[in-house]
């Protein structure tokens, strides 16, 4: 069997993990989530939900993926087809894995398109002039009619979607070292020296009125931990920001080396990630528009979305500071890179499947992949509602479901004692087995509750529609999931014929 492509360095792999998880999710989603529903109170349950589901379901992710690796597997299809001696229902049921990554990834580029988009507007002068206005709606209008035009998309947009495509093709191109793991060690130092920057420009503004902001985020309390949808979105967000549940972690995890601390790995990329977040995330958006409004509109422009904060109200109060175009331009290039180094790990997976199960040269899977995510991000930017429709799907609903799957299969099925084995081999951190004991019975039905209060709470108003853009995009998720169920069946006699060809040499 060929040496599998490794990660070149022991910090290299840590970076490029970092930044698969470090996104969008932690510097805009993040904030807005937290200010919607309370701040203090939301912060209870996120803390909750980070050690009970998402600490053992990164370091489950790192121990899979590294076993998986060492079989020559790094996607979902391979690595549930190993589990199961490769029986086609196992493979089938592991696309979902490497669907829903590049689902996400077809609407995830068009957003870091217009990051890219904007950083190179705010540098030129072509964002709109303030309005010095106490009243966020007035202050906030111009930016909101400028994203609106962009946004349509206008020739701008698309010229940078184009180039946005254009980077992610040409550093997959260059492979796991030369590729995605440069871009991290560029891109994770960048990310956090702009990171703080902004921060403390957020937090001191107006004579340090946005250190109310941190307060606020701050201001631990447990009025939220009655209300099921703190839960469910506290855990959703636990979910996105550390790239679980889709086997994204489990195919960077592929690329170690077969010795290699896995449970170190994983508890850095989740402590960095969660510095990002609930430091450097929690410091910039909420804290920038206390200092420059008053606190009461604060949850009503997070209720109008994450764009709403990141693409309007953001700009619009960085273009009022001194020097504002380069503190906007600053802003849209920290949500670049940190867009970046995830859609790249968005995209590996489709490339694992293809290398690892079809067999398919390096440029022959790139090529093949980025063709899907081209025709995916075209989707998404020129049908209404086709991002929407993705990340309900893709970015909540089958995120959920298959996280729910990985643990079942991995600790339930695989055994306890088998992945402890697994879980202990080169580590000098001991886990004590009594955890994963909570963990196999806590996540599951902590992730079970949060299904169940989505179906009873909104499911059937989502399903139920007739607005055919909707339609379209639903045909298209079933479209692609059945493709991949064909490649995961035909691929299978390549791989059948490979274990059978290693019996004979093995004699
Ligand atoms: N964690 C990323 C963020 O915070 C988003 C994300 C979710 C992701 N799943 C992923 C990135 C899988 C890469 C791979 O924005
Ligand atoms: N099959 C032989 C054994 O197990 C060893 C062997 C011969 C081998 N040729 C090989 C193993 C080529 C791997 C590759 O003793």
């Known amino acids: 069997m060929q040496q599998r492509v490794s990660w070149n360095s022991k910090l290299g792999l840590i970076l490029a993990a970092a930044g698969n998880a470090v996104g969008l999710g932690n510097i805009l989603r993040f904030p807005s989530k937290a200010a919607l529903y309370g701040g203090g109170a939301f912060m209870v349950p996120y803390f909750v939900a980070l050690v009970l589901m998402g600490l053992p379901l990164m370091i489950i992710e790192w121990v899979i993926g590294r076993y998986a690796g060492r079989h020559g597997h790094g996607s979902m299809t391979g690595i549930l087809g190993l589990f199961f001696n490769h029986a086609s229902w196992a493979r089938v049921l592991g696309s979902i894995g490497v669907a829903i990554p590049l689902l996400i990834c077809m609407y995830y580029i068009y957003i870091e398109s217009w ?7 705010s540098l030129f002068g072509k964002m709109p002039t303030p309005v010095i206005n106490s009243d966020a709606h007035e202050a906030v209008k111009p930016y909101v009619n400028f994203f609106k035009e962009y946004t349509k998309p206008s020739i701008m947009a698309y010229f940078f979607l184009v180039l946005t495509l254009l980077i992610n093709w040409f550093i997959l191109q ?6 995605i793991e440069i871009t991290a060690k560029i891109g994770m130092p960048a990310i956090i020296v702009f990171g703080v920057f902004l921060g403390i420009i957020c937090i001191s503004a107006n004579n340090w009125k946005g250190f109310e902001g941190l307060k606020f985020i701050y201001n631990l309390n447990f009025s939220g931990i009655t209300n099921p949808v703190v839960w469910v979105e506290a855990a959703g967000q636990i979910f996105f920001t550390l790239s679980l549940g889709m086997g994204a972690i489990a195919v960077y995890a592929s690329y170690v080396n ?32 206390f200092a420059m409004f008053s606190s009461v509109v604060i949850p009503e422009l997070a209720q109008e979305g994450t764009f709403r904060l990141g693409f309007m109200t953001m700009p619009a109060v960085f273009m009022s500071f001194p020097l504002g175009w380069l503190i906007s331009f600053i802003w849209f290039m920290l949500l670049f890179l940190a867009a970046l180094t995830s859609s790249l790990a968005l995209i590996q997976p489709l490339i694992a499947l293809f290398e690892d199960e079809m067999k398919w040269g390096h440029t022959k899977s790139v090529s093949v992949s980025m063709i899907f995510v081209i025709i995916g991000a075209h989707f998404s930017a020129f049908i209404p509602n086709f991002i929407d429709e993705l ?33 202990t081999q080169n580590t000098k951190i001991i886990l004590p087995k009594a955890f994963f004991y909570v963990v196999a019975v806590v996540s599951p039905f902590f992730i079970f509750s949060i299904l169940y209060f989505w179906v009873v709470k909104d499911f059937k108003n989502i399903v139920f529609t007739e607005e055919p853009t909707k339609i379209v995009a639903r045909l298209f998720i079933l479209l692609f999931l059945v493709f991949l169920s064909i490649i995961a069946v035909k691929s299978r006699k390549i791989i059948m014929r490979d274990i059978r060809y290693t019996k004979v040499m093995k004699k």
């Not at 990051?115 to 507007?121: D, Q, R, S, V």
């Not at 260059?174 to 590729?179: D, L, V």
């Open 115 to 121: 990051t890219l988009g904007f950083a190179f507007l």
């Open 174 to 179: 260059k492979g796991i070292r030369r590729g």
């Open 258 to 289: 077969p010795k290699e601390d896995v449970i170190k790995a994983g508890i850095w990329t989740a402590l960095i990630n969660e510095f990002v977040e609930v430091v450097i995330g929690a410091s910039i958006a909420i804290p920038a528009a």
């Open 391 to 423: 990340d309900f799907w893709a970015g909540c609903f089958m995120l959920l479901l298959f996280g729910l799957l990985e643990i079942i299969i991995f600790i339930w099925i695989f055994g306890m004692n088998n992945f402890y084995k697994e879980l």
